[in-house]
Structures are given as C-alpha cells and as structure tokens.
C-alpha cells in the first residue's frame, strides 16, 4: 500500500512540475513515507531523517533549499513527536491526506511547518489525478489498485486501525475506470490492495454492493488484462464466492496471501483474530478443491504476550499441514496504543529470536522445495522486463515466483509458457517454448 500511496504522491507532484529522482542530493524536496507497523520500521526513520537534516543544512549555507516531509503511518501515529524530534522536518502528512500536499507545500514554503493528519479518504481519491500514459509506462506491466482502505478489525497487536481509520471501500465504477486506464497503456496484471481486501462491499452505480468476487468477474472480462491478483486478506471474510472465483476466473492466479499469524486457537483469541487454526486448514482446503495447484502464503508472529512452547508447536504444525509457498514472519512488536502491549506476559527477546529462527527454516525450507517442484514443468509466465544479463528477460509466474529466460525485449507485457529448467535460491531458470512445442503440466 505505501508503494501504491508513493505512486500516487508522485503522479499528483508531477502535475507541479517535479520530476523523479534517486539521488538525495539532487532533490528538492525529499519525502519519507514511513510505516509504523513495527518498532524498527518506525525507528529508522530518526536515523534517516539525521542525514537529511545535514544535507539541508549544508545547502542553506549555498541558499539552496530542501523540504522535507514526513508521510504514511508514522506521520499519522506521532506525528507531533516527528517535529519535536526532528527540526529540519518541514511537514508531516498522513496516509489519507496526501492530496492536499501541492496546497501544503505551498504553506511551507511561504513559513512555518505544518501537519495534516485527517481521515479523508473519500475525498482523497477525488482528488488524486490520474498518472499519465508516461507516467504508467515507465512503472512497468504490472501495477497496484487500490480498492479498500483502512480497518475495524483491532487485532490486539496491530496499529493499522489507529494510523489508517475505519474500513472504507471504493466505488466500483472508479476501480474500474483506474484499472481501464492501466491496461490502455500497457499494464497486463492489476493487483487489487487493501487492508482487508477480501472485505471490499463498494457500491455500484445503482448503490448496490458488489463483493471482491464480483468485481474480478467484471474485470476479468477486460480486454488486455491478463491477470488479476489480491492482497491482503483477512480469514474471516474468506468468502465461498471468492474460493469459487479461483475456479470459474482463469486470470485470477492462483496464489493467495492469507495471514494467520498463530497456529494456536489461544493466541488467535488473544490477538482478536476471531478463528480457530482449524477455520484456516477449511480454507486452505477449499481453495486447493477449487485450484488444485493453488499456492498458500502468509505472516506470522512469534513471542505474543503469553505464548507457550505448545503454542508455538502448534504454529509449526499449522505450517507443516499448509505447506506454504512463500511467507513473512516476524518476532511481535509491541505497540503503543495496542492492548497487546499492556499486556504484562510479554516474552523475552532470546525466547522469540530461537521461534523466529526455528520458523524461518521450516518456512524457507517448504519455499525452496515448492520452487524445485516446478522444475520440469511448463509455467507461463508474464514477462515484465529486462534481465540482469544481454538477451535476457524476467517475468512472473502464477505462483509469484521470478522467472528469467533467453528472450526478446518484445516479449515484455505479455504472457508465455515457459519450461523451468533449474531453481535457484532466489529465481527459476526456463526456456521459452518454440512454436508447436508441447507444454508439460
Ligand atoms: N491486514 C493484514 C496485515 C496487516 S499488517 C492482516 O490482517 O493480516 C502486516 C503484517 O505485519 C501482519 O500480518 C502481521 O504479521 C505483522 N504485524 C502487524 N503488527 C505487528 C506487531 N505489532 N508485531 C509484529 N508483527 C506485526
Ligand atoms: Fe491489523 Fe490486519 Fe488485524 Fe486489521 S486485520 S487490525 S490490519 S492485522
């Protein structure tokens, strides 16, 4: 989602005649857009914001200028905390503000620092404008759309309900306009994001509300869209209709990111989840009966307050029953604001670091022999770009693994069976098919 939110910072300053750059040094106006999810994410931001202040410091000695603006979560969770700490720092602006950053700016530069930090999100997206054709080219063949925001869950451990406010779903005319837009100029996969994804409830034209399910069928008809995926989803609003449109829509791919975060049905309580593990393998199942070769991933959380050596047991067995193809795990961060954090059971950062490692092999373990499971069959693939070395390109398979090929620069934006030939650590190896050549399952 930041990704997405940078995309559209971007889009929106590039109508006020900036231009994009990778170097500090040449910028005028630099923006962190941060996120608090966790302590050290929202820690490195002091680090970082040090060193800008010294480069702006250094150019007013020449009279040059540099603003710095701080977005995203952490403007939003502390953001009076930013400017204490930090003087050089000129505005903070949250996640669902940003549009307003053109008039900000031009605040800033007339005196004084300045935070905006409303819950506008309605209002956010009539404003944002549309990226030009340039604008999309230039960010490759496939993009992000978002589609939900926000959360009413309250996961004890979480902020994201604090920093991003209450779930709020877009209309489905804009999403598609969007979406439209993207694929006219070249884009062939659109990733549908949101907080809660698999949540979505917009309003059609008529005000009716149409479910994620339904705008994939609606989108998936297209023209130039190849593919179409989702993230992140919660368990509990892993709708039969969504399960069923893995089977009835060929472009939706078959890989779903579904965090569980414990295989303990007394951690999942604690942390509000409101399932049981046993509720999770139902999915899993459902899914794999509606694709059979459908590829699981998911986050995890080790060392939440109260966590035993059974429950941690437990959230290695969910992992050896799953068989997950890919996954992010991380030791809990205990958060201000979050029940999680005044709990007085916290656990200790030796104990958390062991699960972590212990959870991180048998992860890492089931991805590699996932990835070496493909070696030998036909995959297609979507190529997105050039490769690493002369004649070679990259793309996607359905799974999300990277792919790399011998192959023209032509094949880039579209969709081709390929014969994976190696796995290697981090990429698969394949051949592209010549023509009448026969594709292996
Ligand atoms: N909406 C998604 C995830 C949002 S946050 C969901 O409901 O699952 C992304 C991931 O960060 C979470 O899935 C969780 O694994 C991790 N995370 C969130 N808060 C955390 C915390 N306090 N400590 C450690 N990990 C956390
Ligand atoms: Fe955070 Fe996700 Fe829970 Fe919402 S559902 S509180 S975003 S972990």
Redesign the pocket.
């Known amino acids: 989602m930041n990704v997405y939110d940078a995309t559209r910072m971007a889009d929106l300053l590039g109508q006020e005649g900036y231009a994009e750059t990778t170097n500090e040094a040449e910028a005028d106006l630099v923006i962190l857009n941060t996120c608090h ?2 302590e050290k994410a929202a820690e490195k931001i002091y680090s970082e914001l040090g060193k800008l202040a010294l480069e702006k410091r250094a150019r007013e000695v020449s009279g040059r200028d540099m603003k710095i603006v701080v977005a995203g979560c952490v403007a939003q969770a502390e953001g009076a905390e930013v400017l204490k700490r930090q003087r050089a720092v000129d505005l903070v602006v949250g996640p669902q503000s940003y549009h307003r950053l053109p008039d900000l700016l031009q605040r800033a530069r007339e005196g004084g620092r300045l935070t905006d930090t409303d819950f506008a999100v309605e209002d956010k997206f009539d404003a944002l404008p549309q990226p030009s054709r340039a604008q999309i080219r230039a960010r490759g063949v496939s993009a992000f759309v978002t589609v939900q925001e926000g ?1 009413d ?1 309250f ?1 004890s ?4 309900p604090y920093t991003r406010g209450a779930e709020v779903s877009r209309p489905v005319a804009d999403i598609v306009a969007e979406t439209r837009r993207l694929v006219e100029a070249g884009v062939a996969e659109v990733t549908l994001i949101g ?2 994804v698999n949540a979505y409830r917009g309003p059609d034209e008529k005000g009716a509300e149409w479910s994620l399910a339904r705008l994939f069928e609606h989108l998936s008809e297209m023209r130039g869209l190849e593919r179409l995926r989702y993230t ?3 368990p509990v609003d892993m709708a039969q209709d969504l399960i069923e449109a893995h089977e009835s829509i060929p472009k939706l791919m078959p890989y779903v990111h579904l ?1 569980v ?1 414990s295989g303990s049905d007394r951690i999942l309580k604690a942390m509000n989840r409101k399932h049981k593990a046993e509720d999770f393998l139902d999915i899993v199942a459902r899914l794999r009966k509606a694709r059979p070769d459908m590829a699981m991933s998911s ?3 080790v060392g939440f307050p109260g966590e035993t050596d059974e429950d941690f047991e437990a959230t290695m067995q969910l992992v050896r029953d799953v068989g997950f193809a890919s996954s ?8 201000p604001g ?1 029940p ?1 954090a005044e709990r007085d059971d916290q656990i200790g950062e030796e104990v958390m670091r062991e699960r972590l490692a212990a959870l991180q092999a048998l992860l890492e373990e089931q991805r590699q022999s996932f990835n070496s499971a493909t070696v030998g069959r036909t995959i297609d693939v979507l190529f997105e770009k050039q490769g690493r070395h002369e004649g070679q390109i990259g793309g996607k398979s359905p799974y999300m693994q990277a792919v790399h090929v011998s192959g023209s620069a032509e094949m880039i934006g579209r969709v081709a069976p390929v014969a994976i030939v190696a796995a290697g650590s981090n990429s698969l190896a394949g051949r592209l098919l010549g023509e009448g050549e026969e594709a292996k399952a």
Do not use: A, E, L, M
């Open positions: 999810i966790r959360c869950k996961c451990f979480c902020v994201v907080q809660n992140t989803s919660h965090p975060q986050d995890f959380i992010f795990s991380f030791k809990y961060s205990p958060r979050t999680g």
